[in-house]
């Protein structure tokens, strides 16, 4: 056989791949930025909203789109290793720029943004923010990965809020069973570590001290695990209530550990429904290390 007939042979062969391959598959491979986006808002389950920081931060989105790097937050190092792994679409659930709607007219002379704004341009990503519509869309996508990975599934009562029932445990022992869960991070534990429960609310993220207030209002509720809260706030509360006999108590557990998880899951949901298209979960880790 000679050289242009294998050639030809190739090409005719190719081409019946393709059109053995489901016609999803061929598409996504051509995808822009804002055409995958498209396909985020057409499977969410709520309608999307006009006002929300769920919009494109950085690049060209009618860019071509190589892969998909799903994180917690876009730090530098995240960025990194989604360019290694030759993903050049980046979702990320909390903000690029150091505030919560990436506002960057403050930030135009300074170093480190300048730095990073340089690499993002230099290697051609884009970067997409997933907060609320993730959170909106039923079931919540941040909560179900961090269930998941907790294996809590078979605690949960209820989802609005999420209430979990577990067998009677002293606040100290589930401290330290979340301290094993999210790599000997150390937990923030505010009131009495040998108080007994079998109710625990889950509020992760920042929602802010008022849901951590009304949740340890509840008769049902004894210890709430949140992500991050000012010291001065529902930490001051819970200080308090602790203080006059009150069967309360607080594990924080850190915004990234409450919440990075939930990243993954939207790692497998973007896989439903963009079978053509490599998708990778890029871990940001927590912002802190205790020192040695």
Known sequence: MTYMMLLRTSR??????????????????????????????????????????????????????????????????????????NCNLIITHEPTFYNHLDETDHLHDDPVYQAKMKFIEDNGLIIFRFHDHIHRTDPDGIIQGVLDHLNWHKNVISMDPVILEFPKMFVNELAQDLTIAFDKYPMHVIGDPK????????????????????????????????????????????????????????????????EEEGMKYCRDWLKNFLPGIPVHFVPAGTSFYVPK
């Open 195 to 258: 108080m007994s429960f079998t109710r625990a609310a889950f509020a992760p993220g920042a929602p802010g001290y008022m849901a951590h207030i009304r949740l340890l209002q509840r008769d049902d509720v004894d210890v709430v695990i949140g992500g991050e809260v000012p010291e001065w706030e529902s930490v001051l509360y819970v200080r308090d209530a602790a203080a006059l006999n009150m069967n309360k108590a607080m594990i924080l557990i850190g915004h990234v550990n409450s």
């Open 12 to 85: 005719l062969v190719c081409s019946a791949l393709l059109i053995l391959l489901p016609a999803p598959y061929v598409a996504a491979q051509e995808m822009t930025a804002r055409e995958l986006i498209q396909k985020i808002r057409e499977n969410v389950t709520v309608e999307w909203a006009d006002e929300t920081v769920d919009t494109f931060k950085a690049g060209d989105p009618d860019q071509k789109v190589t892969g998909i790097a799903t994180t917690f937050i876009a730090t530098a190092d995240v960025l990194k290793r989604a360019r290694d792994l």
